[in-house]
């Protein structure tokens, strides 16, 4: 896994801020550890409703 544990640890906050019981998954360049580059790549399964997520939504969670 290439993050860092500060990109972890800050993940895994904004998201269990939002859902205690989300699962998170990483995937793509950034969950092999021999791949270069790459952004961070996230499946949240949640059952919480967030504000500007699903069909009335973007679909598009922003960290900024």
Known sequence: MRITEAEHQAIRQAITEADPEANIYLFGSRANDDARGGDIDLLIISSAKV????PQGSGIWSAA
């Open 51 to 54: 504000a500007g997520c699903g």
